[in-house]
Structures are given as C-alpha cells and as structure tokens.
C-alpha cells in the first residue's frame, strides 16, 4: 500500500511544472496544455486525499473539474483561433490589447 | 510491488510533463501530455478510483487531447517561437522560482502531514460514484449540464465565420 503523501508530493511536483511551463513557453496552445496538467495534478491530490479520509467526496470534486476542464478547453480553443484568425500570429508577447 | 509500480508511473508522469514544457514543438507536447495523463490515469486506479481513470481515459486522452490536436494542426504554431526570446531575462527567473513554490507545497503538505485517517471507505466503481452524484452532488450535477450548454453556445458564437 503506498502512502497518500506519495500521491501528494507528485502531485505537488506536477503543478509546478505546470507553472514554470506557463511562465516559460510562448506558445498559448502550450500554456494550455500546461494549465490542463495543473488541473490534474490537482485532481490527482484531490482523488489521494479522498482515499486517505476513505469517502468518495473528492473523486466527485474531481469529476466536475473534469466537466469543467472539458468546458474550459472548448471556449479557449475557439478564443485562440480567433485571435489567430485577426492576427495571423500566436504569441502570447502580442496580445497586450487589454493590458492598463 | 505497489511501491515499484508507483515509482515507475510517478517517473514517466514527470519525465512526460517535462517533456511537454521543454519540447518546442507544440505536437510534440500534445503527444507527452497523452502520456501523463494515462499516467494520471493508472495511478487513479492504484488509489481504487476506477470510474475516474476510465472518465480520464475518455474524456482526457480521448476528447479534449483531440482538440488540441486538431487546433495545433489548424493553427500550425510550429515556427513560432524558434526566433530569439525578447524576454529570456524575465523567463529564466521562472524556473528557480517554480522550484521554490515545489519546495513551498512540498513542506506545506509534507512537513504538517497530519491527515487523520479514515475508514476504509467504498472504492470509486461506477455504482458508488453515481449514487454519490445523483444524491448528495446532485445540483451541481445539473448545473455542469448548463455549463456544457453554455460552453457549446459560446465556442459556436466564437469560432463563427464573420460575414465580411
């Protein structure tokens, strides 16, 4: 049986890299993709607590971020094929439209 | 064995996730982000979570990886950042500060892990879950179906070719 902290600490190792990869890359559709590995390092954690308070509360959490992660990817797809569509560029250093 | 097991995936699940921030093709990324998330999805059934590792073989790996599949092939994003970076400086500082906040999480967790420990509860088998969700989850259950309305509606309006 592997202790829960073990989910726990690859999980927490996961979000981090998911942060450094927002940070690091350019491209948008990366960032996204490393928004949706912060998503399942939390969900990871999420399931990993559940199992250790021994009830199914946290894998229903994690059931409706999946619904929402999937809700989520549709709507910013489609935001950055837009923006492809005006700018024919993709780089996250151009859209500095609603920066103050 | 489980500890064995467990190390094997947690290594492909990093091994993969770094493969996806450093790679500079984005079907390259796409490609590791399929690997973590089947490793994700083996570790859901390590922790009892079987509905839970089919629904992210399903829909992760399945639905929402296809997607980004098909916009890095519509958008062909390859060429995009092989040119000098205007903000290396800034980007750089990224990474020792990415590894603070694993250090931060790291204690956080690790260093006051006092989770008491529960009964041994019902594994997470389809039957269990959806008694879960149709019961106690069930508002939130039938709001997630108007977010997915609503989600459609929007990317429909969104993606609309303009007349002119």
Redesign the interface.
């Known amino acids: ?2 202790p ?7 999980s ?10 927002v ?5 948008p ?2 960032i ?3 928004i ?2 912060m998503l ?1 390092a939390a ?2 954690a999420l ?11 946290g ?2 959490v ?3 971020v ?10 910013g ?6 923006i ?1 569509r005006v700018r024919r ?3 996250v ?1 151009d859209l500095s439209l609603m920066r103050w | 064995m489980a500890h064995v097991a467990f190390f094997v995936i947690a290594a492909i699940a990093v091994v993969s996730a770094l493969g996806l921030i450093l790679r500079p093709n984005a079907i390259h990324g796409a490609l590791f982000l399929v690997v973590n998330l089947g490793s994700v999805a083996a570790l859901y059934l390590m922790l009892g979570a079987e509905f839970l590792a089919a629904a992210q073989v399903i829909v992760y790996a399945g639905a929402i990886m296809v997607l980004f599949v098909f916009a890095i092939m519509v958008l062909i994003p390859g060429k995009e950042e092989s040119g000098p970076d205007p903000r290396r400086s800034a980007r750089v500082i990224a990474v020792p500060v990415g590894g603070l906040l694993l250090l931060l999480l790291i204690f956080v967790v690790i260093g006051r892990w006092s989770v008491p420990r529960g009964p041994v509860g019902p594994s997470g088998s389809a039957d269990a879950l959806g008694r879960l969700l149709f019961t106690s989850y069930l508002f939130p259950f039938e709001l997630t179906s108007v977010l997915l309305l609503a989600a459609m509606v929007g990317v429909l309006l969104l993606a609309r070719r303009r007349p002119g």
């Open positions: 049986m592997v829960e902290s073990y989910y726990v600490t690859l927490a190792i996961l979000f981090s890299i998911g942060v450094v990869g940070v690091i890359r350019r491209n559709l990366v996204f993709m490393s949706e590995l399942n969900n990871l399931v990993a607590f559940g199992q250790r308070f021994g009830n199914l509360d894998q229903a994690v059931f409706f999946m619904a929402v992660a999937a809700a989520e990817v549709a709507v797809l489609a935001i950055i094929v837009t492809f560029r993709l780089s250093d």
